[in-house]
């Protein structure tokens, strides 16, 4: 796995999802020094770490890694864009 294109891939999820390295940070269990420190060294995040960022991000770790998605991870990426705005668009409707 390339880390850069992992992180590249996060990114583009992240703003995608309105997702902040803060939040990333907490599912983690870490700072948001910390994620920032592994971007910019382009450290590997550890396997479980991997899947709790794909999993805030609706993807899956193979997605991350690779950059090629499975249709499963397609289709659950997906349902969980739509869920994501439809809820955002319901908090701004206040």
Request: aromatic residues 8%.
């Amino acid at each position: 796995m390339r880390v850069m294109d992992f992180w590249n891939r996060v990114e583009i999820l992240r703003k995608q999802c309105h997702t902040t390295y803060r939040q990333l940070a907490a599912v983690m269990g870490v700072s948001e020094t910390t994620v920032s420190s592994m971007r910019r060294a382009g450290t590997e995040p550890r396997a479980g770490d991997a899947v709790k960022i794909a999993r805030e991000l609706g993807t899956t770790v193979e997605y991350l890694a690779t950059g090629v998605a499975s249709e499963v991870g397609d289709n659950y990426r997906k349902k969980y864009f739509e869920l994501k705005e439809k809820i955002i668009k319901l908090g701004n409707s206040d």
